[in-house]
């Protein structure tokens, strides 16, 4: 008991972020790797019969694969404190979330040579370096992605196995809505029709996630206090 506390008392917002860091840039490579896969075709779909298509939906998918990996490689599981500091969490996770958007979005620099333009035409995954629209559109993705995946951090960290699996389903709900928002939007022309409804999604979540990580902090001083 005692060797949790001090292992939870040790933990600085220094060294939580550099994890985080570290996780971030974990994701990012492993994202790239995943989508230049597909140009290989090597990556299948279900029952491997079929290939992943490079029409570009596959990249909209993996940025939201991405956010929900590093949301759950934030948290430790095996520590009293969740691997996070109680204190100026808020703050943390916005810095946070901010390098792991940045860090996916310069890895993406790679992503447009999985897109076969010859058939597919000019997609949004296929035009993130040469059209402004594009890449907005893709860097709103990642954002509305990353901040709306933070959210279940208020569960991942609880105390409880109910807890846990209550941010464990809201991760999976957002997967599920992300990927299909994102596949489709990645897969189609840059249009500014779709931006009203990025820009909302990224708004909302820059500005939820401090009362999120405010409640977090809460939860995991709380449940230290208990030790």
Known sequence: MSSKRTSSA???????LR?????????????TVLVLLSATGMLTTTSSINEVQR???????????????WTILVVDFKRSDSGLPAKGLP????????????LVLVFMISWPIAVDQNIYGGTVAAWYL???L??????????????WASFAFL??????????????????????IGVW???????SPPAEANLALWIVLAVLGIALQPIVGFFTGRQIQRHLESK
Do not use: E, H, N, R
């Open 19 to 31: 994890t985080m860091l570290y996780k971030a840039i974990f994701v990012a490579v492993l994202g």
């Open 130 to 132: 040469f059209d402004p």
């Open 181 to 187: 928002l994102a596949s489709g939007m990645f897969m």
């Open 134 to 147: 594009a890449f907005g559109l893709s860097a709103l993705c990642a954002i509305a992605s990353f901040f």
């Open 55 to 69: 029409d570009g939906a596959w990249s909209g998918s993996t940025v939201v694969i991405c956010a929900m990996l």
């Open 155 to 176: 569960g991942l960290t609880a105390s409880s196995t109910t807890g846990k699996l209550c941010g464990l389903v809201y991760l999976l709900a957002v997967a599920g």
């Open 10 to 16: 040790s933990l600085t917002w220094t060294s939580a």
């Open 91 to 102: 703050q943390l996770l916005l810095l946070s979330t901010l390098v792991a958007i940045a």
